[in-house]
């Protein structure tokens, strides 16, 4: 397990300083597509996943699970920031940058659709970077 204790507390600062000076943009949609594009990428995902499931069987009266399905969707399909981490800092430096830049975007989605605020804010109103890169997920370690 690597831990965050070994990247140098001016490089921490470096990847605070990165995250914070972007400029993260989101596409504006309107409802009816937001919530039809991220319901399609949810059954792509199923889909490559191997499971039975599709785009019909997505409750539209369960309001909390398609506002969900659509902040997933603006975070996951529509910004490739995380690739900026990888490209300018190590596996351990994306890990420890990952949550701060996730409610970044968050907090991106919520000013461009006031409607997901609730969804999109939920658990980002004290982002802490991991306390080692174990914590993170495998995709966000980078190769």
């Given at each position: 397990m690597r831990e965050f204790q070994k990247i140098r507390p001016s490089r921490l600062k470096e990847?605070?300083?990165f995250i914070y000076n972007l400029d993260?943009?989101?596409?504006?949609?309107?409802?009816?597509s937001l919530?039809?594009?991220?319901?399609?990428?949810?059954?792509?995902?199923?889909?490559n996943n191997g499971d039975e499931y599709r785009y019909?069987?997505?409750?539209?009266?369960?309001?909390?699970?398609?506002?969900?399905?659509?902040v997933n969707y603006l975070r996951h399909n529509t910004a490739s920031y995380d690739e900026l981490l990888r490209e300018y800092?190590?596996?351990?430096?994306?890990?420890?940058?990952?949550?701060?830049?996730?409610?970044k975007i968050n907090q991106a989605i919520a000013d461009t659709y006031p409607y997901l605020k609730d969804v999109a804010l939920e658990g980002t109103k004290e982002v802490k970077p991991p306390k080692?890169?174990?914590?993170?997920?495998?995709?966000?370690?980078?190769?």
């Open positions: 990847i605070k300083d993260v943009e989101v596409p504006y949609y309107s409802p009816r919530i039809e594009r991220a319901k399609i990428a949810k059954e792509d995902l199923w889909i019909d069987d997505i409750d539209d009266d369960n309001v909390p699970y398609i506002k969900r399905l659509c800092f190590s596996p351990a430096e994306v890990a420890y940058g990952f949550p701060i830049l996730r409610s080692s890169y174990k914590s993170v997920p495998d995709w966000a370690k980078g190769d």
